[in-house]
């Protein structure tokens, strides 16, 4: 097996997991800008509702309205008609009948008024309320595009960015060797981006777990790569007055 340089891995290693730290950082700021766009047009679409509602509720309105202002003309005739028949009537005992029957529609038509006038308070009220949820609907839409650009915006900022570290990422790899690669990305993709740590206080700076002195030896002798038995992390030391 060829030997490696422990001391110029490390030294690449430092710089790559600069490197990566960016990265993770980046893609997850990029994982979240869709989810940005997709809450905002959530939000429109539920004004966009909420407009819709208030409309339906409005037709209905306008459709109880006409069917009562209807009744309230059939009402109508029929008292006019039944006052016409009520000069022609000969009998005391049917003269009081048939107004009484005109009382009767006379209170009807007294009900139905107040019913029309009930619906009409009602289409006012529905009618300013249509008037702001549209603003609010017409605000979400407003924002939704305006964010939406923004956040396009800034993806292809982070996506450039990316590209840039990975550009860097792919130069610095070449010079790496190929099992501590290996090793190096597998605890990368388990430990949240974070594969190569310093050593500080006779603790792991990954894990924060105490290093029996054996272990922080097996570092300064620089004979092998060292990981850190708790968490897996690949150790070095940054500066031997920390450790
Ligand atoms: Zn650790």
């Given at each position: 097996m060829q030997k490696i340089n422990v001391e110029e891995q490390l030294n690449i290693l430092i710089r790559l997991q600069a490197l990566d730290a960016q990265l993770y950082r980046l893609r997850k700021e990029r994982e979240a800008k869709p989810k940005l766009i997709e809450e905002l047009e959530a939000r429109r679409n539920e004004e966009q509702a909420a407009v819709k509602g208030i409309e339906e509720k409005s037709k209905t309105n306008q459709l109880k309205r006409k069917q009562k202002e209807m009744d309230l003309q059939t009402e109508e005739e029929s008292v006019k008609k039944l006052s016409t028949q009520l000069y022609q009537i000969k009998t005391n005992k049917e003269y009081q009948t048939m107004q009484h029957e005109i009382e009767g529609h006379k209170a009807d038509n007294s009900l139905l008024e107040d019913e029309i006038l009930a619906i009409m308070e009602e289409a006012d009220s529905f009618s300013k309320e249509l008037i702001k949820e549209r603003e609010l609907f017409a605000e979400a839409e407003r924002r939704l595009n305006e964010d939406r650009k923004k956040i396009e915006g800034e993806i292809a900022v982070i996506d450039n960015e990316i590209a840039n570290f990975e550009s860097q990422r792919e130069e610095l790899t070449a010079q790496v060797d190929k099992k501590v690669l290996s090793q190096y990305e597998k605890v990368l993709a388990n430990r949240e981006g974070v594969a190569l740590v310093a050593v500080k206080n006779h603790a792991?700076?990954?894990?924060f777990i105490n290093l029996p002195p054996q272990v922080i030896n097996e570092i300064r002798m620089k004979d092998k790569i060292t990981v850190c038995e708790s968490c897996a992390r690949i150790l070095y030391i940054e500066n031997d007055a920390d450790v």
């Open positions: 792991c700076q990954g894990c």
